[in-house]
């Protein structure tokens, strides 16, 4: 039995329909639908339970028996709203709730394996490899970002990382993202744009380094994380903190570019001034280090974003199509 948070969102429906793939119907979903549109994720998806986020704390600790068969947690469960201000809220959302997690499968030998995010690396000032070696060093931007760092800093102290997998996930777009408002991909975001006004729109850049739409992104087809993640939960060897990012860096003029291309309108970028709020804490560069995860010896082939935003809007937005459906 696997147990998949944040099952009904943007990644982790993606792993369960991985999952399914390979197989596997034998899943717990945890997650919080609220008054969201996310629930629609979960239609063409199998699975054997679903249960609310936080009875499912609730009953970990309590050591439901309805766990006793647990093999593994996949943990993508968390607050991805990188502006959100209430640090508390993300204090006990993102780094109590997987320590919770963590602590129930290592004193019951069950896998974990949960998702860190590349908003950890902050400026890139120490680079992006993945691992331990500089850790410590790193200083995110925002709450968000070091809501996830509390928890590798934590795992790292408490010696967990020969026994849990973390993933530092880079800027993830696909399908099933729909439900995330201002949080999905600008290439979610751009489709709209181009529909209704066939311009999609930038922001200047506020760095002399990089020209306006110049800056770039290590975008990643939410397709290829699923089943990375899926063939790391195959190998019972592999634990650690692993980048998870196709480990080419693009620019917003290559996403807006692509974007125009698979729907067949005329390029047309405007660029506009970014929000002052945001100036200080934005990452004009990204780019995974995959070393560590190459070593692992897993067939790995990442899909190119030209690639990526083609299947993404001619099989999915196009048709308002879900994974699966």
């Not at 607050?79 to 290592?106: P, R």
């Not at 970002?145 to 795992?155: C, I, V």
């Not at 290559?254 to 698979?262: H, P, Q, R, T, Y």
């Not at 001034?273 to 200080?280: G, N, Q, T, V, Y």
């Amino acid at each position: 039995m696997i147990l998949v948070t944040g099952g009904a969102g943007f990644i982790g429906s993606a792993v369960v329909w991985e999952l399914n793939r390979r197989g596997y119907e034998d899943i717990i979903i945890a997650d919080h639908l609220g008054t969201s549109s996310k629930w629609k994720n979960l239609r063409a998806l199998k699975y054997s339970d679903y249960i609310e986020k936080d009875d499912l704390l609730e009953q970990i600790l309590c050591e439901d028996e309805i766990y006793s068969g647990l093999d593994a947690v996949i943990h993508m469960g968390a607050c991805s709203v990188t502006t959100e201000a209430d640090c508390s809220y993300l204090a006990y959302n993102n780094y109590e709730y997987t320590k919770a997690l963590a602590g129930y499968c290592i004193k019951n030998n069950i896998r974990f394996i949960y998702a860190s995010s590349a908003a950890t690396y902050g400026d890139g000032s120490y680079g992006f490899q993945d691992g331990l070696k500089n850790l410590s060093r790193l200083r995110p931007l925002n709450m968000y970002g070091y809501s996830k760092h509390m928890f590798d800093l934590y795992a790292e102290k408490n010696k967990y990382f020969d026994r849990i997998t973390g993933i530092k996930f880079f800027n993830v777009y696909g399908p099933n993202e729909y439900h995330k408002g201002e949080m999905s991909s600008k290439i979610y975001k751009a489709y709209s744009e181009v529909l209704i006004t066939k311009k999609i729109k930038l922001f200047k850049s506020y760095n002399k380094k990089w020209k306006d739409g110049e800056s770039v992104r290590d975008f990643v087809y939410v397709k290829d994380c699923a089943k990375i993640l899926c063939d790391i939960l195959d190998r019972k060897d592999i634990s650690g903190l692993y980048n998870l990012g196709s480990s080419k860096a693009r620019s917003w003029n290559d996403l807006a570019g692509s974007v125009f291309k698979s729907t067949g309108i005329d390029e047309n970028i405007e660029y506009f001034d970014m929000p002052a709020a945001l100036r200080d804490k934005y990452q004009y560069f990204t780019e995974s280090d995959n070393s560590n995860l190459n070593d692992l010896g897993l067939n790995i082939r990442f899909t190119s974003l030209e690639e990526g935003v083609d299947d993404y809007i001619k099989n999915y937005l196009m048709k308002d199509r879900h994974l699966g459906d």
